[in-house]
Protein backbone atom coordinates (compact mmCIF):
# COMPACT_ATOMS: atom_id res chain seq x y z
CA UNK A 1 0.00 0.00 0.00
CA UNK A 2 2.93 2.43 1.04
CA UNK A 3 4.60 1.42 -2.15
CA UNK A 4 1.91 2.40 -4.28
CA UNK A 5 1.49 5.51 -2.89
CA UNK A 6 4.79 6.44 -2.83
CA UNK A 7 4.20 6.05 -6.90
CA UNK A 8 1.00 7.39 -7.37
CA UNK A 9 2.17 10.66 -5.56
CA UNK A 10 6.00 10.04 -6.63
CA UNK A 11 7.38 10.66 -3.31
CA UNK A 12 10.21 8.52 -1.29
CA UNK A 13 8.22 5.39 -0.11
CA UNK A 14 11.12 5.34 3.00
CA UNK A 15 9.32 9.31 4.01
CA UNK A 16 5.95 7.20 3.97
CA UNK A 17 4.23 5.80 7.12
CA UNK A 18 0.20 5.04 8.19
CA UNK A 19 -1.78 7.45 10.53
CA UNK A 20 -4.80 5.33 11.26
CA UNK A 21 -8.02 6.13 12.52
CA UNK A 22 -10.33 3.02 14.45
CA UNK A 23 -13.77 3.71 12.62
CA UNK A 24 -17.81 3.55 14.21
CA UNK A 25 -18.34 0.75 11.22
CA UNK A 26 -17.59 -3.21 12.37
CA UNK A 27 -17.81 -4.89 9.00
CA UNK A 28 -17.01 -3.73 5.85
CA UNK A 29 -20.20 -4.34 4.23
CA UNK A 30 -21.41 -0.88 6.51
CA UNK A 31 -19.00 1.10 4.22
CA UNK A 32 -20.41 2.45 0.39
CA UNK A 33 -17.26 3.71 -0.80
CA UNK A 34 -13.50 2.94 -0.72
CA UNK A 35 -11.20 5.66 1.19
CA UNK A 36 -9.83 8.47 -1.25
CA UNK A 37 -6.41 7.28 0.37
CA UNK A 38 -5.13 4.59 2.24
CA UNK A 39 -6.90 1.05 2.84
CA UNK A 40 -9.57 -0.02 5.70
CA UNK A 41 -8.68 -3.47 7.52
CA UNK A 42 -10.99 -5.54 9.36
CA UNK A 43 -10.38 -8.91 11.22
CA UNK A 44 -8.02 -7.87 13.87
CA UNK A 45 -8.66 -9.05 17.77
CA UNK A 46 -7.52 -7.17 21.20
CA UNK A 47 -6.40 -9.75 23.60
CA UNK A 48 -6.53 -9.00 27.35
CA UNK A 49 -8.18 -5.47 26.07
CA UNK A 50 -11.18 -4.11 24.46
CA UNK A 51 -12.19 -1.35 22.01
CA UNK A 52 -14.43 0.81 23.97
CA UNK A 53 -17.11 2.13 21.17
CA UNK A 54 -18.69 4.34 23.22
CA UNK A 55 -15.59 6.34 24.25
CA UNK A 56 -13.49 5.39 21.44
CA UNK A 57 -10.52 4.17 23.32
CA UNK A 58 -8.92 1.02 24.78
CA UNK A 59 -10.72 -0.27 27.70
CA UNK A 60 -10.45 -3.19 30.12
CA UNK A 61 -11.70 -6.29 28.42
CA UNK A 62 -14.86 -7.31 29.83
CA UNK A 63 -15.02 -10.76 32.14
CA UNK A 64 -15.26 -13.95 30.63
CA UNK A 65 -14.00 -12.49 26.91
CA UNK A 66 -10.68 -13.60 25.66
CA UNK A 67 -10.77 -11.51 22.44
CA UNK A 68 -12.41 -8.82 21.17
CA UNK A 69 -13.34 -7.69 17.75
CA UNK A 70 -11.99 -4.65 16.40
CA UNK A 71 -14.32 -2.13 14.06
CA UNK A 72 -12.79 -1.50 10.57
CA UNK A 73 -9.48 0.74 10.59
CA UNK A 74 -8.80 3.48 8.23
CA UNK A 75 -4.85 3.10 7.66
CA UNK A 76 -3.78 6.39 5.88
CA UNK A 77 0.07 6.45 4.39
CA UNK A 78 0.94 9.94 5.11
CA UNK A 79 4.60 12.04 4.32
CA UNK A 80 6.67 12.48 7.42
CA UNK A 81 4.32 11.13 9.91
CA UNK A 82 4.93 11.79 13.38
CA UNK A 83 2.31 10.24 15.61
CA UNK A 84 1.39 11.86 18.77
CA UNK A 85 3.36 10.60 22.00
CA UNK A 86 0.37 9.78 24.09
CA UNK A 87 -0.77 7.30 20.80
CA UNK A 88 -0.31 3.78 22.35
CA UNK A 89 1.92 1.80 19.32
CA UNK A 90 0.18 -1.87 19.46
CA UNK A 91 2.39 -4.68 18.05
CA UNK A 92 0.02 -6.59 15.42
CA UNK A 93 0.57 -10.61 15.69
CA UNK A 94 -0.75 -12.98 13.07
CA UNK A 95 -1.51 -15.93 15.58
CA UNK A 96 -1.24 -15.96 19.04
CA UNK A 97 1.42 -17.32 19.68
CA UNK A 98 3.43 -13.85 18.74
CA UNK A 99 6.29 -16.08 18.06
CA UNK A 100 7.65 -17.28 15.00
CA UNK A 101 9.02 -17.14 11.32
CA UNK A 102 7.72 -13.33 9.62
CA UNK A 103 5.57 -14.65 6.91
CA UNK A 104 7.32 -11.64 4.88
CA UNK A 105 11.13 -12.51 5.17
CA UNK A 106 10.69 -16.20 5.88
Known sequence: MLQTFARQDK??????????????????????????????IYGLYMDGARWNRDEQI????MPSELYNKMPLIHFKPLQDYKPEPDDYQCPVYK???RAGVLSTTG
Open 11 to 40: IPIDSLSFSFQVMFEEEPSEVQDPPEEGVY
Open 58 to 61: IDDQ
Open 95 to 97: TGK
